[in-house]
């Protein structure tokens, strides 16, 4: 069983900065390609950014780019996402996935395992 946790979420004015971090476990971390997604009541949920299995690739959606950073540490079985000079429109619940495919992706139906979420709240 597959087991993603998301940390890190909260209140912060614009302009600062969160680190979210996703724990992984039940499988060896280092199969999965992983990425960030968020959504916002009445949305869909949109892609954030996505890192391929040894952290060669990374990809990120253009609302973030420049401002957000995914990382991996495979020996601590964990993913990343630093965000800077965050904006109100940031808000949203974000959550992290994984894939056992081969590469980053950014369909949300690429993606066969997620975590609960975390709130990220960014007041003006």
């Known amino acids: 069983q597959v087991q993603l946790v998301e940390s890190g979420g909260g209140l912060v004015q614009a302009g600062g900065s969160l680190r979210l971090a996703c724990a992984v476990s039940?499988?060896?971390?280092?199969?999965?390609?992983m990425g960030w997604f968020r959504q916002v009541p009445g949305k869909e949920r949109e892609f954030v950014a996505s890192?391929?299995?040894?952290?060669?690739?990374?990809y990120y959606a253009h609302s973030v780019k420049g401002r957000f950073t995914i990382s991996r540490d495979n020996a601590k079985n964990t993913e990343y996402l630093q965000m800077n000079s965050l904006k109100p429109d940031d808000t949203a619940v974000y959550y992290c996935?994984?894939?056992?495919?081969?590469?980053?992706?950014?369909?949300?139906?690429?993606?066969?395992?997620w975590g609960q979420g975390t709130q990220v709240t960014v007041s003006s």
């Open positions: 039940g499988r060896t971390f280092s199969t999965y390609v």
């Open positions: 890192i391929s299995r040894i952290g060669g690739s990374t």
């Open positions: 996935a994984a894939r056992n495919g081969f590469g980053p992706s950014t369909r949300r139906d690429a993606y066969d395992y």
